[in-house]
């Protein structure tokens, strides 16, 4: 069965601009997450939508924010870019939300985002 | 917030055992994870861990002790693609009484696997 998949895989931005990523996740999973990742920070949890709803979110200011379709499909938006917003962008899906026992999550190839 | 400690880096022998350690600080604690990641590659479930003991998979062990804030992965007869950060991830709680958290990850350990 098909992974989980993000587009666009690579973009450009400037400051000041947004930004909207997409994730579809494998089929059947209902729960997606989106982290962000940087050489600096690490791996750092966004948020987790499961059915539609946001269930868990992470540190990240307003500028950060999402959303979850009827068919399980992710976007996540960044608004008003900072040049520390470059980052590689992972999504993950799993088939049962994230603070459920063990939730094994499958990752994304990612978008790797520069901010310019 | 939480705090998760790991090595930044191990080097090791193929076919012999490392052990990845890794140490947290949670204002709650709803489960621990690892994840392998290859360089250019998204990250990969390992294994996890909730209640304290060995969890065994094959080469890969895990370990957790609750009341010490304490993991370890133990890989055994380790091999050349077994070079790869290693990430340790904690899921807290955030209110008492209910599941709901948020999954925080350790900056990796970077194990190189030498012949």
Redesign the interface.
Known sequence: KAGVTQTPRYLIKTRGQQVTLSCSPISGHRSV?WYQQTPGQ????LFEYFSETQ?????FPGRFSGRQFSNSRSEMNVSTLELGDSALY?CASSLVP?????????????TRLTVT | ?QNIDQPTEMTATEGAIVQINCTYQTSGF??L?WYQQHAG?????LS?N?LDGLEEKGRFSSFLSRSKGYSYLLLKELQMKDSASY?C?V?D?LLRGS??????????TQLTVWP
């Open positions: 997450s690490g791996l750092q949890f269930r868990n979110k992470g540190n992972l994230l603070d459920r026992g063990e939730y094994e999550q499958y990752f994304g190839p990612g | 917030g709803n489960g994870f590659e998204a990250p990969t479930f996890y909730v990430l991830a899921r709680r599941t709901l958290g948020r999954l925080y990850f350790g900056r990796g």
